[in-house]
């Protein structure tokens, strides 16, 4: 998406502030914050980069609801930002945030604000500052540095930012694989800024291949990675016994989604297992969804497979779909939350069919067979080893799900 600014409108926005920032329509708790530390620090440090750059050579990467991006633009008179979110979620707090602050108007002679990239060489050419948040994941970190040092100007600085318990020194080196020059930040309310800068001419630096391939000989498939996918080319172990069941699954379904999919893992296996499904493999995140991509055709099964970026299947229609497979994320950001995947539960609730199948895969310890029996139907525990359940829910015809379900434990 790009949002436009205009000439007439003050370089720095009057009604910006941290505070009003909201995280809709990522998850809203009273413990979870749509701005936190690290993104303050990393402006403050930035904020001389930022000022003296050219209009079009900041980029942000990885800001979660909009606090970099617009702090940026709006304390720091930054202009044709270029930014890349992971989850779709994030670019849509953005937008949201940016029309709040009065940073989202369009009017004429215009002059850009930001807009929206996937990670490619075109987010990072050119730019003398990067900004943003620390990835969780090396990969995601190493995919990150290494795109923006080939092909970012030659005086690029790097600002990312995250919490010190979040942090390690193997970062340090990935940023080192890319850039000459790396130092951390003294730490400040539990945050650290790592800047680098100085990157490595091509040749000098170690290049990984993204997406990474993996060929899974047990189960004859291929799985393909970015950086941010979730497991990397490995296949998770829940997600491993979940595919034990799919000969069971719904046997006259005509189509079928991967929820969460991912590098697309389940998708392919669910498409070459039965080959008269159509298959949709869907995902917020962007790493996800081009990993899915990737996975599919390095299978051959591109024809097969359509991948949607989508939070919780939202442009899906109701009562569209027979089967749903997911292996739910558990986690939210770095905490264990369940509002994570009580959101996919009722999205599938929504889009199945009457009669309609949703199987999922949990941790047994957790609480789900009773969520899943309020958002979706009917729960049945179809597998169980050390470690994992497998349930299966059935959509009824009778009632819209969360009315009449007995609430099982
Ligand atoms: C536990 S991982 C499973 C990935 C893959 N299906 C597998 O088995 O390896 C859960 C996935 O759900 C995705 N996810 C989380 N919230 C989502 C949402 N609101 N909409 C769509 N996908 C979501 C995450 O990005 C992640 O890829």
């Keep these: 998406m790009s949002v436009l600014l ?21 998850l809203q708790a ?12 990393v402006l403050a440090q930035a904020a001389e980069a930022i000022e003296a750059a050219p209009a079009g050579r900041v980029v942000v990467v990885g800001d979660r ?20 979110q992971d989850p779709v979620t994030g670019e849509q707090a953005l937008a949201n945030n940016a029309e709040r602050a009065g940073l989202g108007a369009t009017r004429t002679g215009l002059t850009d604000g930001f807009h929206q990239l996937p990670l490619t060489p075109e987010l990072f050419t050119g730019a003398t500052v990067v900004i943003g948040q620390l990835p969780k994941s090396l990969d995601a970190l190493r995919e990150m540095a290494q795109l923006a040092a080939t092909h970012a100007h030659p005086a690029l600085t790097l600002f990312l930012g995250g919490r010190v318990k979040h942090m390690t020194h193997a970062m340090n080196d990935v940023l080192a694989d890319s850039f000459t020059d790396v130092r951390a930040s003294l730490a400040r309310q539990k945050s650290r800024v790592l800047v680098a800068g100085g990157p490595r001419p091509h040749g000098q630096a170690p290049v990984t291949a993204y997406p990474l391939r993996q060929r899974h000989l047990d189960l004859d498939l291929w799985v393909c990675a970015h950086g941010a996918a979730f497991a990397r080319t490995k296949i998770d172990i829940g997600t491993r016994f979940l595919l034990e069941f799919i000969d069971r699954m719904h046997p006259d ?12 893992i389940i998708a392919a296996t669910v498409a070459r297992a039965r080959p008269r499904l159509r298959v949709v ?4 995140s962007s790493a996800a969804t081009s990993s899915a991509l990737a996975t599919a055709a390095a299978n051959g ?14 442009s899906l229609p109701d009562a569209s779909v027979d089967l749903i497979v997911s292996n739910p994320p558990f986690h939210l950001g770095a905490s264990v939350h369940s ?8 999205a599938a609730g929504r889009v199945l069919r009457p009669d309609g199948e949703l199987w999922t895969v949990f941790n047994s310890h957790l609480p789900y067979r009773g969520r899943l029996t309020r958002a979706v ?7 169980q080893n050390a470690k994992f359940t497998v349930t299966m829910s059935t959509r009824s015809p009778r009632d819209r799900p969360g009315e009449s379900w007995a609430t099982a434990p």
């Design 6 to 26: 205009t000439d007439q409108q003050p370089l720095m926005s009057n009604t910006f502030t941290f505070e009003s920032l909201q995280r809709f329509p990522g």
């Design 30 to 41: 009273d413990n979870l914050v749509a701005v936190d530390a690290s993104d303050r620090l």
């Design 65 to 84: 609801f909009g606090a970099m991006t617009l702090g940026a633009m709006a304390l720091h008179g930054a202009r044709d930002v270029r930014v890349h």
């Design 253 to 264: 379904a005509g189509t079928a989604v991967d929820l969460g999919c991912g590098t697309g």
């Design 281 to 284: 493999a869907t995902d917020e």
């Design 301 to 314: 099964l591109a024809e097969r497979i359509q991948v949607l970026r989508d939070d919780a299947m939202s």
């Design 339 to 346: 509002g994570a995947s009580d959101k996919l539960f009722r």
């Design 377 to 383: 139907g009917p729960t049945r525990i179809v597998g």
